[in-house]
């Protein structure tokens, strides 16, 4: 104890040894110099005791200890604004008096600094628990009961809580019993027996992702970090690991889902990533669809378990693939169809489509209707305006699906265009206003070539492979007269006598090399394209890839000249 005047009086100055828990209690008493025996400072005037933790090396400071209450029939004392799990009796007392779940106090542990113990303990101990070493810990989960040893535990956040909360059950200092145990593992010290009482410890999971095999998965991962995860468990393991908080696990998974997302994992690997917020598989599942939704899972049946939010986000993409903006909109109109016909086994013919739209009354569109209204967002993200062709208009006409007031537009979009010599007044950003068109390149071709025309330009855009991993992309314009246009192209189509025509565009290659996505662009150009040979062609696009298949994308549109 300490004493000193001070200008009020004298001043008594006392510190408690070490309790338990580690801390040190301080306490002062100050006497006034006019009456010393009535003046000692009230409770709610005391100066703030202060306390600090060590954790093998760690200290934290933490702030004034508030006022306590009184909890249960032990008279255990609480704090009344949060529970603090130094307490860890008292914490077991309040649950039992009050009726709160235990499992929800756990979450708050993190006052204990369980990180750091984890840090500590996992890097403290290197070795593998020896052949034939009696297990110290029973894990009561799932309807097991699973043999653990203390080293392996510590890796697992959430069991390293549970296995502080036991000890403390036990009336037994947690840290004091880790101390005890680092010493027992040291190589100076063989202990003939356990350093620590076995332990039984208990966990809840109410996840339905989580099997037994996979759960069995996740604790062994605990042992060695070359457990192998098979693809049928992985999502169970993930979340495994998300309940373990276990990241390293956790990691290892999301990398495993990235490299085998595929049209029948696409929907369970989505969902499971937005539920545990893992941006990067989040990312991975967009990016994937980006590039097959057109030219891969629009033709099978797993389209249907697309989910309506990743599908629009992916349609406002302005990096998504597609062979045409009409290949887009059919591969719309066959998911609407397959959501509304659950129990189709196999993809359907386009006509099938168009006759089961077309059988609704003609009185009202189908995007108007009760059953298609919830429909209407995933088609205000197509660019229905890059729908040129007669034919392909009057499919949509057929079907009677669009509101008038969209065909009417549309329609009043290209006669203006048409009027003007081909001025898009409608389109002004290439970036979300871009008529798109598409090649698919694999290794089986040299040359890949497509013929397009829009509003009476005719244009040949083309792919070139040089040796094993060069390529080059670019579109050139030619003559309406030009024989090697197809029928199918310059049939019932209008024809441009322009010599010239200015061109806003831009060329994308996107390809997939070791689990990331690589992309090359021309940026965006503006060039005025003509009939002759040093100014039909465009800027030439030369990547470098070893990715198999590439998606390049051609987008433009005609600003007014």
């Not at 189908?366 to 009057?394: A, M, N, W, Y």
């Not at 024809?495 to 990331?516: C, F, H, P, T, W």
Request: hydrophobic fraction near 35%; include cysteine.
């Amino acid at each position: 104890m300490n004493s000193w005047y001070t200008p009020l009086g004298v001043q008594f100055v006392m510190k408690t040894p070490r309790d338990h828990m580690g801390y040190t209690r301080k306490y002062t008493r100050r006497i006034l110099g006019n009456d010393r025996n009535k003046s000692e400072t009230p409770n709610d005037e005391r100066e703030p005791i202060r306390f600090s933790v060590s954790f093998f090396g760690y200290s934290t400071q933490h702030p004034p200890r508030l006022d306590r209450r009184i909890s249960g029939l032990n008279n255990r004392w609480r704090f009344p604004r949060e529970p603090y799990l130094g307490d860890l009796l008292g914490l077991s007392q309040l649950s039992r008096a009050t009726g709160v779940d235990i499992d929800n106090q756990l979450k708050i542990i993190d006052r204990l600094h369980i990180p750091q113990l984890q840090k500590i303990l996992t890097g403290e101990i290197k070795t593998k628990p020896k052949h034939g070493t009696v297990a110290d810990v029973t894990l009561d989960c799932m309807g097991f009961k699973w043999e653990l040893h203390q080293p392996q535990l510590f890796h697992s956040g959430t069991l390293t809580k549970l296995y502080m909360f036991a000890l403390s059950q036990k009336n037994t200092d947690p840290l004091k019993e880790l101390e005890k145990f680092l010493r027992a593992e040291s190589p100076k010290e063989q202990p003939k027996m356990s350093p620590v009482k076995k332990i039984t410890i208990s966990l809840k999971i109410n996840d339905p992702l989580v099997t037994k095999t996979a759960f069995a998965t996740a604790l062994k991962s605990l042992y060695t970090n070359e457990t192998e995860v098979h693809m049928e468990d992985v999502l169970g393991v993930l979340a495994s690991a998300n309940i373990l908080q276990f990241p390293t696990l956790f990691k290892k998974c999301v990398s495993l889902m990235k490299d085998g997302i595929s049209p029948c994992t696409i929907q369970t690997y989505y969902l499971a990533a937005c539920k545990y917020k893992e941006e990067l598989l989040i990312t991975a599942c967009e990016k994937w669809l980006e590039m097959n939704l057109v030219p891969l899972i629009g033709k099978q049946i797993y389209l249907r378990t697309v989910p309506q939010e990743l599908l629009q986000k992916v349609l406002k993409s302005h990096r998504l693939f597609t062979f045409s903006e009409f290949d887009l909109l059919k591969t719309t109109l066959y998911w609407v169809y397959l959501q509304l016909n659950l129990r189709l086994q196999s993809i359907p013919i386009y006509e099938a489509v168009l006759a089961f739209f077309n059988s609704f009354p003609k009185k009202c569109p189908f995007l108007e209707r009760e059953l298609g209204q919830k429909f209407l967002p995933v088609f205000h993200c197509l660019r229905l305006h890059g729908i040129t062709k007669s034919k392909d208009l009057e499919d949509i006409k057929y079907i009677n699906f669009f509101p008038e007031a969209w065909m009417v537009r549309i329609l009043a979009n290209h006669y203006h265009a048409l009027e003007s010599g081909g001025d898009m007044f409608h389109a002004k950003d290439l970036s979300t206003q871009a008529i798109r068109f598409g090649l698919l390149i694999n290794q089986e071709n040299k040359i890949y070539s497509e013929m397009i025309g829009v509003y009476g330009f005719f244009f040949e855009i083309k792919g070139i492979k040089h040796g094993g991993s060069s390529y080059s992309f670019y579109m050139q314009r030619i003559k309406y007269s030009d024989t090697n246009i197809p029928t199918i192209i310059h049939e019932r189509s209008t024809v441009s006598l322009r010599q010239e025509r200015i061109v806003k565009y831009e060329i994308r290659a996107q390809s997939l090399v070791d689990g990331n996505w690589q992309e090359f662009s021309t940026n965006t150009l503006t060039q005025k394209f003509g009939l002759i040979k040093s100014t039909s062609k465009s800027h030439t696009l030369k990547i470098e890839t070893v990715g198999n298949p590439i998606f390049v994308t051609f987008a433009f549109l005609f600003p007014v000249s």
